[in-house]
C-alpha cells in the first residue's frame, strides 16, 4: 500500500511538469521513493546534486526543495527512468553487463589450465612455455574464449600462479612422503585401536571390503553370506559379525559422500560451461547481425 502511495505521488509529479507548479508529498511517501524516483523529483525542480550521493543524503535534498515549481525535463527525465527500469530488473542489468566469473576452482578455465600443468602438458618452467605460447596453445578451447580471459597481465599473473602454486604442491608432497616415512618408523602405529580391537583405517580387511562392495556383493550377498564366505577369513578374524554390518554401511556411506562431492563439482563445471557457451554464441550473432553483407554488383 505504501509503495502505491508513492508511485501516486511520482505520477501527480509528473502531471504537473505542464503546470510548473508545486507539488506536496506526504512524508509516509517519501519514505517509500526509491533512489531513481528520488533523482527525477530532484530533476523536476532543476535542483542540482552529485551523482553519487546515498538515499539519506538524496532525500534530505529532495524535502528541502518541496516548495519549489515542477518543470518538465524530458532527456534527463528519460535517463532516470532508464536507469529505474534497470533498477528494477536485475536479470536485464545482468544481460546489459556480463560481469567475469570468479577465479576459484570452479572456473573451467583454471581448471583447464591446472590439469594442463599437472599432467606436464604446460611446463612448470615459463622458460620452456612463456604465458603468449601457452596463450595461443589453447586459445581455441572453449574455456579460453570466456569474458576475462584475454591475453594480457591479467592471464599471465593468473598463469604464473598456477604455476608456483602447483610446483609447491609437488615439492611439499615429497617432503611430507618422506617426513611420514621417518615418523612411522620412529612411533609404528599401534596393531589395537583404543577399544581393543584390531584397527581398521588403512587394514587388509578394510580394502578387501571396499573391493567386495565395488564389485556389488553386498547387495547380491546377505551380510552373514558374505561374512562367512570361504575365502573371507579375514574379515572374521578382524571383526565380529555385528561389526562387519556397521563397516559395510560405514563404506557405502562413505562411497556415496565422495561420488557426491564429485558429482556436484563436474555439475559445477558443466553449469559454467554452458554460460561460456551461450555468452559465446551471443558474441557471435551481435558480431553477424552488425556485420554489412555484400550487396551484387550492379549489371551494366
Same mark, same amino acid.
Given at each position: ?37 528520488? &533523482? ?172 567386495? =562392495? ?33 563397516? =559395510? ?31 559465446? &554464441? ?17 549489371? &551494366?
Amino acid at each position: 500500500m505504501d509503495n502505491d502511495i508513492a508511485h501516486r505521488f511520482v505520477i501527480e509529479s509528473s502531471l504537473n511538469r505542464m503546470t510548473n507548479a508545486p507539488v506536496a508529498i506526504p512524508k509516509e511517501a517519501l519514505e517509500r521513493l526509491t533512489v531513481a524516483q528520488i &533523482k527525477a523529483e530532484l530533476v523536476c525542480r532543476n535542483v542540482a546534486f552529485q551523482s553519487k550521493l546515498r538515499k539519506k543524503a538524496l532525500l534530505d535534498l529532495l524535502k528541502d526543495s518541496l516548495h519549489l515549481a515542477v518543470v518538465e525535463n524530458t532527456e534527463m527525465l528519460n535517463k532516470t527512468s532508464a536507469s529505474a527500469k534497470l533498477d528494477s530488473h536485475p536479470k536485464q542489468r545482468e544481460e546489459e553487463k556480463e560481469m567475469p566469473m570468479v577465479w576459484n576452482d570452479d572456473h573451467p578455465a583454471r581448471k583447464l589450465l591446472y590439469d594442463e600443468i599437472a599432467n606436464g602438458s604446460i611446463p612448470l618452467s615459463a622458460d620452456e612455455m612463456g604465458p603468449a605460447e601457452v596463450y595461443c596453445n589453447y586459445c581455441d578451447t572453449i574455456e579460453l574464449q570466456m569474458p576475462g580471459m584475454e591475453y594480457g597481465e591479467t592471464f599471465t599473473r593468473r598463469l604464473r600462479g598456477l604455476r608456483e602454486m602447483i610446483a609447491g604442491d609437488f615439492d611439499r608432497s615429497s617432503r611430507d612422503k618422506n617426513a611420514l616415512q621417518i615418523a612411522m618408523k620412529v612411533h609404528p602405529p599401534p596393531r589395537l585401536n583404543h577399544k581393543g580391537k584390531p584397527q581398521w583405517n588403512g587394514s587388509l580387511a578394510q580394502a578387501l571390503l571396499k573391493y567386495d =562392495i565395488s564389485q556389488g556383493r553386498h547387495e547380491t550377498m546377505t551380510v552373514m553370506e558374505l561374512y562367512n564366505k570361504e575365502n573371507r577369513e579375514l574379515y572374521r578374524k578382524t571383526l565380529s559379525a555385528e561389526d562387519f554390518r556397521w563397516k =559395510i554401511q560405514q563404506e557405502v556411506r562413505t562411497k556415496k559422500y565422495l561420488y557426491t562431492l564429485k558429482y556436484r563439482s563436474e555439475l559445477k563445471l558443466k553449469s559454467n560451461i554452458e554460460k561460456i557457451k551461450k555468452a559465446a &554464441k551471443k558474441n557471435h550473432e551481435k558480431i553477424m547481425k552488425g556485420k554489412p553483407t555484400a550487396k551484387p554488383n550492379d549489371e &551494366k
